[in-house]
């Protein structure tokens, strides 16, 4: 008798807790949701996507701004050099 009462809990739908729901919409995408998860799965993988276009811009642009002190380091340093002769 324990072992069907066991084998019942472990096999009856009703015992087990309902999946959770699927998260909202993100704001800036139209996707929905499905139960199966391909939709969430789209709309991570579409917000990854948006978080690396974010970190190659500032990227380029951390780039840039070094680029930018660099050559300022430079022409000081060729200014102070002609001062000296």
Same mark, same amino acid.
């Given at each position: 008798?324990?072992?069907?009462i066991a084998n019942h809990k472990r096999s009856?739908?009703?015992?087990?807790? #309902?999946?959770? #729901?699927? #998260?909202?919409?993100?704001?800036?995408?139209?996707i929905v949701y499905n139960r199966?998860?391909?939709?969430r799965k789209h709309s991570e993988n579409t917000s990854l996507r948006d978080q690396l276009r974010q970190v190659?811009?500032?990227?380029?642009?951390?780039?840039?701004?070094?680029?930018?002190?660099t050559n300022q380091i430079n022409e000081l340093h060729t200014r102070k050099s002609k001062k000296k002769k």
């Amino acid at each position: 008798m324990k072992k069907e009462i066991a084998n019942h809990k472990r096999s009856c739908a009703a015992l087990k807790p #309902p999946p959770p #729901p699927p #998260p909202p919409p993100r704001q800036d995408t139209n996707i929905v949701y499905n139960r199966g998860g391909s939709g969430r799965k789209h709309s991570e993988n579409t917000s990854l996507r948006d978080q690396l276009r974010q970190v190659r811009q500032e990227s380029d642009d951390y780039k840039n701004k070094i680029q930018v002190l660099t050559n300022q380091i430079n022409e000081l340093h060729t200014r102070k050099s002609k001062k000296k002769k």
